[in-house]
Nanobody, 123 residues
């Protein structure tokens, strides 16, 4: 199982980015998928997850109303749309398969994850 997050970059505060999570060796549509992030000097934080069954979602309070998560099973890809970005969103972002998706998914439900993508929010 290999997961690869992409789409990161440098963006100004208030800007947007869309991250993608692609996979090989696994059909993402069969899995709950989550995103977590790691900022320097900070603990990792679960950002969001999306259910494999009904597409229900969960978000950390820090990103509610700004981030959305979606999946395109035909492309075997999960997306994290990030709007109204803030400097505190700066981090490496990773996607992971998860055993469940709810407000408690991180970190206990984490299963596989791969390389992350760096998001830097700065003027």
């Amino acid at each position: 199982v290999q997961l690869q997050a992409s789409g990161g970059g440098l963006v100004q505060p208030g800007g947007s980015l869309r991250l993608s999570c692609a996979a090989s060796g696994v059909t993402l549509g069969y899995h709950h998928i989550g995103w977590f992030r790691q900022a320097p000097g900070k603990e990792r934080e679960g950002v969001s997850c999306i259910s494999r069954s009904d597409g229900s979602t969960s978000f950390a309070d820090s990103v509610k109303g700004r981030f959305t998560i979606s999946r395109d099973n035909a492309k075997n890809t999960v997306y994290l749309q990030m709007n109204s970005l803030k400097p505190e969103d700066t981090a490496a972002y990773y996607c992971a398969t998860a055993r469940w998706c709810s407000s408690s998914w991180y970190p206990r439900a984490m299963n596989y994850w791969g390389k992350g993508t760096q998001v830097t929010v700065s003027s």
